[in-house]
C-alpha cells in the first residue's frame, strides 16, 4: 500500500467515503500503515525520505484520530461535502434545543449536591446517551438521503453533547475522588 | 493558556449571575451556543417604562472567557436603551477584557447574545402593541 497524503482520509485507509465505517478494517490498515511509515525502516535513507516518512506518519495519525471518532468523522465527512459547520461563527441555533442544553447543564451542575450525586450523575448520563443515540442516528440518515444541509444541524448540535460527556466524565471523577 | 487579569476578575466574580422572569414582557432572553465548544449562554435584559435597561442577569456554562464576556456585557448594558445596547460589537468585549485570537468566539457569543435578546423583547412589545391595536 503506498501512501498518498494528497488522498482524503477515507481513501488513504481504502475505505469507502462514508459516516458507516468497519471499524476493524480502519484499525487493521492504520497499523499497516504505521509499520510501513516506522522510523526504524528510514533510518539508511536519505534525509528527504525521512523528512517525508515522518510527515507521512503525522498525517495517518491525524486521519485515523479524525475517523476513529464518530462525531470527528461525521465533521470531516461534511468538509468533503464542501459544508462547513461555521462552530465558530454561527451561534443560532434552535432555541428549544438550547434550552434543553442550559438545563442538561443545570442537572449536572447540582447533581454533586443530590442526596444521591451517583444516581443524579447516571440519569443525566442515561439521558445524553438516548440524546446521542439520536443524533447519530439522524447523522446517519441525513447522509445516506445526502440532506447536507439537515447533517449540518445534526453535527453542530451533537457538539453540545460531546462537551456535556466531558463535562459528565469530569463531574464522576471529582465524585469519586472524594 | 494564561487569561488576563480582567477575565480572571470576571471569571472569580461573576457579576448578575442569575435569572429574570422570561415571561415578563419587559424582560428579552437571549439564549445563544457555540458549536465550536459546546458552550451555552443566557442573557436577561429587563427595561423600564422609558425604555432603559434596569437590570441585566446571565448564565454561562462554558469557559473562563465565555463567562467573563457574559458578566462584563451584563456590566455594560444597564442604564442603557436598547438602541445603545445594539451597537455594543465583540471587538469592544474582546478588547476590554484582551481575549487572545482563539478566544474571540466567546465575545462574539456575547454579541450574539444581546442581539437575540432585543430581537426577543422587541418581538413581545410588538405583539403586544399589535393586540392592543386590535383591542381598541
Redesign the interface.
Known amino acids: 500500500m503506498h501512501v498518498d497524503l494528497s488522498k482524503n482520509f477515507f481513501d488513504l485507509f481504502g475505505l469507502a467515503v462514508g459516516f458507516t465505517i468497519d471499524n476493524a478494517t480502519l484499525v487493521t490498515r492504520f497499523q499497516d500503515l504505521q509499520k510501513q511509515l516506522h522510523p526504524d525502516k528510514f533510518v539508511s535513507k536519505p534525509d528527504s525520505d525521512r523528512r517525508w516518512s515522518m510527515q507521512a506518519a503525522s498525517h495517518v495519525n491525524e486521519a485515523y484520530q479524525t475517523l476513529s471518532n464518530e462525531l470527528r468523522r461525521a465533521v470531516y465527512l461534511l468538509k468533503l461535502q464542501g459544508v462547513s459547520i461555521d462552530e465558530e461563527t454561527d451561534t443560532q441555533m434552535s432555541p428549544m434545543f438550547l434550552m434543553e442544553q442550559m438545563e442538561n447543564r443545570e442537572a449536572l451542575e447540582m447533581a454533586p449536591n443530590a442526596s444521591d450525586p451517583f444516581a443524579a450523575l447516571d440519569a443525566v448520563r442515561r439521558q445524553l446517551k438516548v440524546s446521542t443515540a439520536e443524533q447519530v442516528s439522524a447523522f446517519e440518515q441525513a447522509c445516506t438521503k445526502a440532506q447536507w444541509d439537515h447533517a449540518r444541524t445534526v453535527a453542530r448540535q451533537w457538539q453540545f453533547l460531546d462537551k456535556l460527556n466531558q463535562e459528565v466524565r469530569s463531574t464522576e471523577e471529582q465524585l469519586d475522588d472524594q | 493558556m494564561a487569561y488576563s487579569d480582567k477575565v480572571l476578575d470576571h471569571y472569580e466574580n461573576p457579576r448578575n449571575v442569575g435569572v429574570l422572569d422570561k415571561d415578563d414582557p419587559n424582560v428579552g432572553t437571549g439564549?445563544?451556543?457555540?458549536?465550536?465548544?459546546?458552550?451555552?449562554m443566557?442573557l436577561q435584559i429587563k427595561i423600564n417604562d422609558d425604555g432603559i435597561i434596569e437590570d441585566a442577569k446571565f448564565?454561562t456554562?462554558g469557559c473562563g472567557s465565555a463567562i467573563a464576556s457574559s458578566s462584563l456585557v451584563t456590566e455594560m448594558v444597564k442604564g442603557k436603551t436598547l438602541d445603545e445596547v445594539g451597537e455594543i460589537r465583540n471587538k469592544h468585549i474582546a478588547d476590554e477584557l484582551a481575549l487572545p485570537p482563539v478566544k474571540?468566539?466567546c465575545s462574539?457569543?456575547a454579541e450574539?447574545a444581546i442581539a437575540a435578546a432585543i430581537a426577543d423583547i422587541k418581538a413581545k412589545r410588538a405583539a403586544r402593541d399589535g393586540s392592543e391595536a386590535v383591542a381598541s
Open positions: 439564549m445563544v451556543g457555540a458549536p465550536a465548544c459546546g458552550d451555552v443566557r448564565k456554562y474571540i468566539h462574539v457569543l450574539d
